[in-house]
């Protein structure tokens, strides 16, 4: 009898080992992006804006060549 | 060994004996049911890890790539219109923008750094007694394939001295005129004592004063 009950706890132990492995494998996956490194810096974002305010300050100075 | 013919009627009476044991085996509704329990979570185990596990798998990843490619696309428009942007200004500003090259030029330029300081020198009435640049990165030309380790940075400095004389009005006017030098430079220090030299006024001042400029390397 009792190998009888080890046996069926030994499969269900076996059973719930199965379904955490596979929900973490599933939580992994969907946690992964699927874009490559390369791409995510090529998608970064950029400021299209150039500040001018700079560019007049800097022709204001003298040269002096 | 003799060689016995397999016909439906031996395989009967070969797995029989087997029926006969397991017949009282089965027959006990304990047992029964906890073999039925023990096959069942087997192949609920079995389904899961070879059916169920590779199919919500896919499902899972089609859906995280769909959602990825659309912020991507997303990602991709922000981008174009910040360029089409950026462009626009380009155009606008492009005839202005070698103030910024003599601002931050793309070589140390020392030598060109030097002449201004001159000039600058001799339009505020003072006169130049040194101009040292200590040392100058030769752009261009890697020495050593380990060069290329090194990553360069978007801004580099370099030092350079500069000894005057004069009065103070004179170095003063240096001063400010070297803070609104178009070619950045910082001051790093100032040293400011009597020039006791023959043939010089008391009130003639030596300045020594330490810079630093940059140079943009992108």
Known sequence: MDEERDLLLVTIFTTLTIFLWVFFELVKTSKTSSIATPLQKVVSPLTGKIDITVIDELEKRSTLD | MANIPLNQSNLDTQFHRYYQRLTPIIKKPKMRASTTAVFSFLAISLF????????????????????????????????????IQAQDTYETIKERLPVVQQALPPDPDGVILARQIRNLAIISGASVSAIQVPSLPILGKEATPGAKLAPPKPLEQFPISVVLTGQYPSLKAFIDGLLSLRRITSIDTINIRPAIRAGLSFDTLQLSIKLQSYYSTQ
């Not at chain 2, 899961?48 to 798998?57: D, E, F, H, L, V």
Request: glycine share 0%; proline share 3%; hydrophobic share 40%.
């Open chain 2, 48 to 83: 899961t890890w070879y059916a169920i596990r590779p199919t919500a798998q896919t499902i899972i990843f089609l859906r995280r790539e769909i959602s990825d490619k659309t912020t991507l696309n997303e990602q991709m428009e922000n981008k174009i219109t910040a360029l």
